[in-house]
Each structure stands twice: as structure tokens, then as C-alpha cells.
């Protein structure tokens, strides 16, 4: 509804919204952030957090450009973004579940662990000598306006929405969210599900960090800065419970979706970046309290007719 | 005497950074010199000041993630107040950020008092609605130098037998916050409804007010680091004290204070937070690039939070972790007993395994009997 909203308000408001090529190169906005998001979505459910997606993003990227700078190939490329990843999410995922650390010091520990590496490695300098069939993955279509990366993000919300709807993981992913001695007692390896929601967290940030390297052409240690808040802003945004064991993968694409879009329009009407991202505060909290408000306002209706 | 002593985070930590000091004064002696002692506190001191905010409200089971954003926005209000009307004199503008500071507090604790929207969600949607705000102020550009009054940027520079203003305005906060976490009813409070909420329900408290007065004291001093912010680096924007948020929860985190709430002291925090200023200026001296610094205190928050998590350990947990008995429990079929052990001779087992309602004390003796023949 707010996604269909927005959209007529949208092409109202400015007459190139529905410009084909416009609307394809909005979704850059928001396709590598939700290839994340998706991930951190089961994170959440779980009833943990991963802050470090961000920092994983550019470990993973100055790793490539580092491989990229000895005549790496683009498959190698991948290999070391993807692998980069899982190594970091396997390392969030020891010192979590391994060592039953909170998650959320744990990754903001992580977050400036990953990324201090990186301006270790880089400094003040970036990297950016990419092999030129690199650029696909991030500047590529597939076929007309239809680009590499939004079928990879249609791609990976079949793959998560199956995985965590229609697998015997998910209802485990549920279990371990809304109780996880319960679960436990159940016979679900609590920390199992966890270390693997971290890795695969982990290989997501690497993902995107391709993603996003590729379509930059460049690589600083400030590369993808703040993005752990929006990704988790559009996860609770997408219905996920911050508290753990409830959501939907669709809320999920449809948040990012409205956040995508939102941030798009405004930007065809010049509104700046900032204002943007108050409204995606207001919308973040608004998303949660409305209920809340509602569900008292009609409590007292009630009770006054009762009288 | 001395384990007890030891069995301290405090006296831990403390011991750790006269170590770092002392390791550090060896090879160059001017570290110690008073002067760069008290220049390395007053350069801790607002992170400081925010950490023993960031502490109140960690204690009672929260975070406040807009503690930085806060400081943005009323270090901005207090810098454009200054602009606009230059004749006011400066305390009036030190009041005008805290009291801004408080009312952003209390935004967030009335959405999490009121509302009991998880204070991660709120405190994210308003640091970014807090940030967006200063743009809205600001138009974008920045207050210079030239713009504030020398009144204004003179206060936090002042200095006062030896210690600059900034400093003793941290040394006040610290003074204030450790009466306040142990003498007073709503301090005890903060530790109550952190430890146990549902216990501090039964002994009286009211649980969403202390979270409530916790976050408006987190904004309240967000508010004067805000102020002494502005006037100290003399400039306010949109992007001031980016991400500081995260350097304030890593001083609570370092410090001791448990991020589950209930545990941790004033003194804790402002040592985790000294332990962050000091490591950010010994790098320079010890010739380390600067860009060192962030992967050292990353490194530093996840050996804090290992070595708190080891001192206080959920009991529920060892329940769950009996890993030497090795079930393979299935989801569908009973738990399996184990049949066969390292220590048999190939093929030989330990017997029929048992069914879920089976014989424990056998089952134990046979694991024994496998276990040490």
C-alpha cells in the first residue's frame, strides 16, 4: 500500500519518475543494501544483531582492491570479496556464539575492528585499478533497463524468503527467536542457527561489497559508512521484530522498496539527503508506534461505549 | 586480599592503563609530563561526560545511539543562538544546550516510556531525525569561527588552576553521576530495573520512568557536550562528532558496564572512557599511524566485553552446554544414548540404548565405566 502510495505520489510530483531508465537506476539505492538486509533480517528474527555489516563491506572491498593491485581476475575478485566475508562473519560468529558474547557489543566491537583494518591497509589512499569486466556486477544489465544487480536482489529475496518460510532452518530460525531455551531443550542447536545466520550475514556484506565496489570503480576505507543503521532501519521498517522471533521476508523487500523509492523521489525533487533520512527516522518509528497508539485508542473507544 | 582487590573491573582496568602509561613513558618521557596528562584528560573529557550519560541509561537495560546526534543538534542550537544574538551572555547559551539536550532526552524516553518502542529502534530513528534536524537549522552550512563570539569559544579554553574549564566541567559531571548512581533513589534505581525489571516492579519502581529520567540525563549532559563541543573546536555542522555514539558505548562497554544491564559503575565508565583518550594519544607519540587506532579499540572492546561476559556468566546456560554427553537428539526421534566409546575395543558396545524415560544412573555408570575403564 505505502509502496503503491508512494509511487503515484511520486510520479506526481515530479514528471520523471516514470522514466524507465530513472526507475532502474533508483533501485541502485537500495539492492545492495538489501542484499544485506535480507540476512540481517533472519539475524534480527534470531534475536541478535549484526552492526559490523558495514565495516565487513569495506574489509572486504579494500581486500579486493588489494588482490586487485597484484592482477587478480575478476573470478578471483569475487572469490576474495565472498571469502572475506565469511571469514568475518565466521569471527562474529565464534566470538557470539562460540564465546556467548552479546551480539550487539560484539559487532560494534567487530564493526571497528573490520574497518580499522581497513584505513590500516589503505590509509589515507584508495584503491581503485579494477579489471574492466569487474564493472559488471555493479554497472551491468542484463538485459534493457533491467541491471545486474536488481536480479541478483530478486535472486537472493526468492532465496531468503524460501529458506526462511519453507525450510525446516527457518521454523529453527523462529524457534531460537522467541525462545531460545526452548528452543534448546527442543533439541534446535541454538548456537548452530547462529553461527550460521552470522556467516551468512557475513557472505551478504561480501556480496554487496562487489556490488558496490564494482559499480564505484573505487575502493576507500569509508567506503559504505553508516550503512549497518539503514540496513537494520529497513529491516525493522520490513515488520521484523527487533526483539526477535517475528517477520517476513516480503516486509523486507517492500521496506526496501519504499526506503529505494522514497529516497529517490525526494531526490528528483531536489529535497537533499538529509531531510531524507528524518522522514526514514519518522517512517522507523511511526511504523512502530502507530500500532501501539492504535490498539490504545480503540481500548478506550471500547471502554467509553461500554460506560 | 589482593584477588579480592583484583576480582574489580575498576581496579583492573585502572591497573591496565597505568601499564599502558608506564609501558608508554619508558621510551618517551614527555607522555607523562602533567602538561600532556592534563591535555590527554581534557581531550577524553566530553567523551567522558557522554559515557556517564551513556552509562545511566545502559544500566537500566538501554542504549541511546542519538547521544552523538544530540550533541550535534544542541551544540548547533547553542552555536546559532550565539550568531544570532551575540549580546547573550555565554552561561544563557550553555543553559539553552542543555535544556535542548534534555528535550531530546526526553523524546526518547517518553517513545520508549510511553510507547515501550524498543530503545534501539527509537534511539536509531532519532539519531538519524536529530542529524536531519541540524541540516533543517543550518540550511547545510557551517558556523565558523568567525562567526561565534570570542565569549562564546573562550569558556571550555579557559584555564583554572592549571586545567582548562572543559576538564573541570568533566570532573563535575563525574562528581555529580557517582552521588547520583550511589546515593540516590533514582541511581539504585537505574542498577534495579537493569538487574531485574519485573523484581523492580514489585519493590515500587516505576519501570518506563527511570528509563524515562535515564534518557533525559543522557540528553541533559549530551546537551552541555554539545555546547562545550561547538566551542571548544569552534565550528558546528551537520556532520559534528559523526559516530561518536559508538565510541561513547565502547567506554561504557570497556568500563565494565554490562550491556545487559544492572552491572557497572560510574568509575568504570569514566576509566573505559580514559582508556580510549589515552590510547588515542599515545598512537601519535609511539609513531603508530593514526589509522591504527580504530582496529586497536575494536580490539580492545571485544576483549573487555569476553573478559566481562567470563565474570558473569548466565546459570541457565550450563544446563545447556553438557557437550561431553554428546546426544545426537533428532527433532522427530527420541535422543539417542550413546553406544559406542573411544576407549572400547572396535564393535563392542555398552549396551542396548535406552529409551528417553531410561535408567539415568545406569546410563551414567556405563558412561564412567567407558569414560576411565
Known amino acids: 500500500m505505502v509502496v503503491i502510495a508512494i509511487f503515484i505520489v511520486n510520479s506526481f510530483a515530479s514528471p520523471y519518475f516514470l522514466d524507465a531508465w530513472n526507475l532502474s537506476d533508483a533501485t541502485f539505492n537500495f539492492t545492495e543494501k538489501a542484499l544485506i538486509a535480507f540476512a540481517m533480517a533472519l539475524v534480527i528474527i534470531s534475536g541478535e544483531i549484526d552492526l559490523s555489516v558495514a565495516a565487513i563491506i569495506a574489509l572486504a572491498s579494500t581486500a579486493m582492491g588489494y588482490a586487485a593491485q597484484f592482477g587478480a581476475g575478476t573470478p578471483e575478485l569475487v572469490a576474495v570479496g565472498?571469502?572475506?566475508?565469511?571469514?568475518?562473519?565466521?569471527?562474529?560468529?565464534?566470538?557470539i556464539t562460540g564465546m556467548g558474547l552479546p551480539s550487539i557489543v560484539v559487532t560494534i566491537g567487530t564493526m571497528s575492528l573490520f574497518r580499522?583494518?581497513?584505513?590500516?591497509?589503505?590509509?589515507d589512499k584508495a584503491f581503485n585499478g579494477y579489471p574492466s569486466d569487474f564493472a559488471y556486477f555493479g554497472q551491468g544489465y542484463v538485459f534493457w533497463v533491467i541491471s545486474f544487480e536488481f536480479v541478483l536482489f530478486a535472486v537472493m529475496a526468492v532465496l531468503f524468503g524460501i529458506l526462511l518460510h519453507l525450510t525446516s532452518f527457518g521454523r529453527m530460525v523462529y524457534a531460537v527467536g522467541n525462545n531460545a531455551m526452548a528452543a534448546r531443550f527442543s533439541g534446535i542447536r541454538v548456537g548452530r542457527v547462529k553461527f550460521l545466520l552470522f556467516l551468512m550475514t557475513g557472505v551478504m556484506s561480501g556480496m554487496a561489497a562487489i556490488c558496490l565496489t564494482s559499480r564505484l570503480g573505487s575502493t576507500r576505507p569509508s567506503i559504505a559508512f553508516g550503512w549497518e543503521l539503514e540496513i537494520v532501519t529497513m529491516v525493522v521498517l520490513g515488520g521484523i521484530n527487533i526483539l526477535g522471533g517475528a517477520g517476513t521476508i516480503i516486509g523486507v523487500v517492500l521496506a526496501a522498496f519504499i526506503m529505494g523509492l522514497v529516497t529517490f523521489g525526494f531526490g528528483l525533487m531536489n529535497v537533499p539527503g538529509i531531510v531524507m533520512s528524518i522522514f526514514i527516522g519518522l517512517l522507523l518509528i511511526g511504523v512502530i508506534a502507530l500500532p501501539v497508539l492504535y490498539t490504545r485508542l480503540r481500548r478506550r473507544f471500547r471502554r467509553e461505549q461500554v460506560q | 586480599m589482593m584477588a579480592r582487590i583484583f576480582k574489580h573491573r575498576e581496579v583492573l582496568l585502572f591497573v591496565a592503563i597505568l601499564l599502558l602509561v608506564g609501558a608508554i613513558a619508558l621510551r618517551f618521557p614527555g607522555f607523562v609530563a602533567p602538561r600532556n596528562l592534563v591535555s590527554i584528560y581534557n581531550d577524553t573529557a566530553i567523551l567522558i561526560i557522554l559515557a556517564l550519560g551513556q552509562a545511566a541509561v545502559i544500566l537500566s537495560r538501554g542504549i541511546d545511539l542519538s547521544i552523538a546526534a544530540n550533541l550535534a543538534l544542541s551544540g548547533t542550537i547553542a552555536a546559532l543562538l550565539n550568531v544570532a544574538f551575540p549580546d547573550l551572555p555565554v552561561i544563557f547559551l550553555l543553559m539553552a544546550a542543555v535544556v535542548s539536550g534534555s528535550v531530546l532526552g526526553a523524546i526518547n524516553g517518553l517513545l520508549v516510556w510511553r510507547l515501550s518502542i524498543p530503545p534501539i529502534v527509537v534511539t536509531l530513528g532519532t539519531m538519524t531525525i536529530y542529524r536531519g534536524t541540524i541540516f533543517l537549522l543550518t540550511g547545510g552550512a557551517w558556523v565558523n569561527a568567525h562567526e561565534?563570539?570570542?565569549?562564546?569559544?573562550?569558556?571550555?579554553?579557559?584555564?583554572?588552576?592549571?586545567?582548562?574549564?572543559?576538564?573541570?566541567?568533566?570532573?563535575?559531571?563525574?562528581?555529580?553521576?557517582?552521588?547520583?548512581?550511589?546515593?540516590?533513589?533514582?541511581?539504585?534505581?537505574?542498577?534495579?530495573?537493569?538487574?531485574?525489571?519485573?523484581?523492580?516492579?514489585?519493590?515500587?519502581?516505576?519501570?518506563?520512568?527511570?528509563?524515562?529520567?535515564?534518557?533525559?540525563?543522557a540528553g541533559a549532559l549530551a546537551g552541555l557536550a554539545g555546547y562545550l563541543w561547538t566551542a571548544r573546536y569552534a565550528v558546528a555542522y551537520v556532520d559534528i562528532a559523526n559516530g561518536f555514539e559508538l565510541d561513547v558505548v565502547a567506554a561504557c562497554v570497556i568500563?565494565?558496564?554490562?550491556?545487559?544491564?544492572?552491572?557497572?559503575?560510574?568509575?568504570?565508565?569514566?576509566?573505559?572512557?580514559?582508556?580510549?583518550?589515552?590510547?588515542?594519544n599515545a598512537l601519535p607519540v609511539i609513531d603508530v599511524s593514526p589509522f591504527w587506532q580504530m582496529a586497536i579499540s575494536g580490539t580492545v572492546i571485544i576483549i573487555a566485553v569476553a573478559v566481562n561476559a567470563r565474570s558473569a556468566r548466565v546459570k541457565g546456560r550450563v544446563i545447556l552446554k553438557k557437550r561431553s554427553m554428546r546426544y545426537e537428539c533428532q527433532r522427530s526421534a527420541p535422543c539417542a544414548r550413546p553406544t559406542a566409546w573411544p576407549g572400547l575395543p572396535d564393535g563392542e558396545k555398552l549396551g542396548e540404548p535406552a529409551d528417553r524415560g531410561g535408567d539415568r544412573d545406569l546410563h551414567r555408570q556405563q558412561l564412567r565405566l567407558a569414560l576411565f575403564p
Open chain 2, 255 to 280: 568500563g565494565g558496564i554490562s550491556i545487559a544491564g544492572g552491572a557497572g559503575t560510574a568509575i568504570g565508565a569514566v576509566l573505559g572512557a580514559l582508556f580510549l583518550g589515552i590510547i588515542k
Open chain 1, 116 to 123: 580499522g583494518l581497513s584505513y590500516v591497509i589503505l590509509g
Open chain 2, 148 to 217: 561565534m563570539t570570542d565569549a562564546f569559544k573562550a569558556v571550555p579554553r579557559a584555564v583554572v588552576f592549571g586545567v582548562p574549564v572543559l576538564a573541570w566541567f568533566s570532573l563535575g559531571v563525574i562528581a555529580l553521576m557517582l552521588v547520583l548512581f550511589v546515593k540516590t533513589r533514582l541511581g539504585r534505581a537505574f542498577y534495579a530495573v537493569g538487574g531485574n525489571p519485573h523484581a523492580a516492579v514489585y519493590t515500587g519502581i516505576s519501570v518506563g520512568r527511570t528509563h524515562f529520567f535515564a534518557y533525559l540525563i
Open chain 1, 82 to 95: 565472498l571469502g572475506v566475508g565469511l571469514l568475518c562473519g565466521a569471527f562474529n560468529g565464534f566470538l
